[in-house]
């Protein structure tokens, strides 16, 4: 089960030819536009395309995207019972404007203020709901500071897995960074180490990053710390320490990485796989996430075809 913070990428490509006369920016011909499931909703889409059953909680506001998001969740086969639809917020979408597949710039609406009360217990009732519909193998947390993961939402998700042994994993932000105890796998990049740790530690200082994680993963009484290093690698700290460098790769844009390999990571857990394929595979589907323009999932098949290549 997905929980989290869930969104509509929007896309608009098209070829800059000249300057507009009423300011001194680009003219953006557009040639064709698409409306693409993106946040948590993007992690159920990679989770779905390694050929995992599951389902999503989250929310939207009641606008003219509640519909279309709602189309795209169906049209994919998720699970759409979680969704809670709140009126008094905006659905999140992300605008973004290429030129051929050079991104130009990014448009955003959304709220980014914590849920209410009422809302709250809005998306509760909703995960209340998914979750009586199957056994489930683990629960993701999906983190972009959008409002939906408050305090409350976190604690009463994670006592419910911790009662039914439900392992968890996260992909987490700044403002409830290490409101996440207990959990299984917690998946912070360089950034969003430094900033909860308080360090400036350089993602070429491995001995340091390692022992910095290992400060994270004793506070937050958390099983396992994936690190992700962006072209620099990962670092895994459990029972053991990991190490990979990233693979090279023809970098097209880096949109949607992280929504891969936290993906990536949690099926490998759920599945009880060695650490050190888990780590494996993750960094693997991260690099080929940024091959591809947009944010796209990674399916089972191609994850598993490039695997096979590197070991023959």
């Known amino acids: ?25 680009p003219i953006v011909d557009v040639d064709r536009r698409e409306m693409r499931l993106g946040g948590a909703a993007n992690v159920a889409l990679n989770l779905k395309a390694l050929g995992v059953g599951l389902g999503l909680v989250g ?4 606008d003219h995207y509640t519909d279309r998001y709602l189309d795209l969740l169906n049209a994919s086969g998720i699970d759409a019972s979680g969704t809670a639809i709140l009126p008094a917020r905006k659905t999140t979408v992300k605008t973004r404007i290429l030129n051929g597949n050079k991104h130009v710039v990014r448009v955003d609406e959304e709220d980014l203020g914590l849920l209410s009360e009422e809302e709250e217990d809005a998306v509760i009732a909703a995960a209340a709901k998914l979750i009586k519909t199957r056994k489930w193998d683990l ?12 305090e409350y939402i976190i604690s009463e998700i994670l006592n419910f897995a911790e009662s039914k042994g439900i392992p968890t994993s996260v992909d987490p932000k700044k403002d409830q960074f290490f409101a996440y105890q207990g959990v299984s796998l917690f998946k912070p990049n360089l950034r969003e180490l430094n900033w909860g740790m308080n360090t400036q530690v350089r993602k070429e200082d491995l001995k340091e990053l390692a022992k910095t994680c290992l400060s994270l993963k004793k506070k ?11 072209e620099a690698g990962m670092i895994w700290i459990g029972e053991e320490l990991l190490y990979v460098p990233a ?15 936290i993906s990536i990571a949690s099926v490998g857990l759920a599945l009880g796989l060695p650490i050190k394929d888990i780590l494996a595979l993750a960094n693997l589907g ?19 075809s490039k695997a096979e290549d590197l070991l023959d």
Not at 6 to 23: K, L, T
Not at 220 to 230: R, S, V
Not at 248 to 257: L, M, N
Not at 286 to 304: A, D, K, W
């Open 59 to 62: 929310c939207i506001g009641k």
């Open 220 to 230: 937050l009484e958390a099983d396992n710390i994936l690190l992700t290093l962006a």
């Open 139 to 150: 629960i993701l947390f999906e983190d972009y500071n959008k409002g939906l993961l408050t």
């Open 286 to 304: 991260g690099g080929l996430v940024c091959e591809m323009p947009g944010v796209v999932p990674i399916t089972g098949e191609r994850l598993i």
């Open 1 to 25: 089960m997905v929980i989290g913070d869930v969104m509509m990428d929007a896309y608009m490509w098209g070829r800059i030819s000249r300057e507009s006369p009423e300011a001194p920016v």
């Open 247 to 261: 693979h090279p790769r023809r970098i097209v844009d880096v949109s949607g990485a992280g929504d891969t390999v």
